[in-house]
């Protein structure tokens, strides 16, 4: 199922795994800041407001710290699509977290 939210960052958790946002937002191309306490393994999804799977893309194993990623809109419609990074420890598959926001893309 698709995530939801409330568009804004999410506040530090006691954990250490953060959603930073995304920037710049509205845009065709964003891009997706989030903050890891432990290497992880991490997967992005991203659905329209339909909840249809519109990409996923392993990123694979992160380091601890401040990361990012690029969502890339070029090819889909205008509009309010949710994304969210699934947060695994990357030894055993167990999962950590799930941080999840929104982007507006424009054509």
């Given amino acids: 199922s698709p995530?939801?939210?409330s568009g804004e960052p999410q506040d530090a958790t006691l954990d250490g795994y953060v959603l930073l946002g995304s920037y710049p937002?509205?845009?065709?191309?964003?891009?997706?800041?989030?903050?890891?306490?432990?290497p992880s393994q991490v997967t992005l999804e991203?659905?329209?407001?339909a909840g249809k799977l519109v990409t996923r893309?392993?990123?694979g194993v992160q380091?601890?710290?401040?990361?990012?990623?690029?969502l890339d809109?070029?090819?889909?419609?205008?509009?309010?699509y949710l994304y969210r990074?699934?947060?695994t420890d990357p030894q055993t598959g167990a999962p950590r977290t799930t941080l999840s926001g929104r982007a507006i893309v424009l054509r």
């Fill in 85 to 87: 990074l699934s947060v």
């Fill in 73 to 80: 809109g070029r090819g889909w419609g205008s509009g309010m």
């Fill in 3 to 5: 995530p939801t939210d």
């Fill in 46 to 49: 991203v659905f329209d407001v």
């Fill in 57 to 59: 893309q392993a990123l």
């Fill in 25 to 38: 937002n509205p845009s065709r191309q964003s891009n997706i800041r989030f903050s890891l306490a432990k």
């Fill in 63 to 70: 380091q601890a710290g401040i990361r990012e990623v690029g």
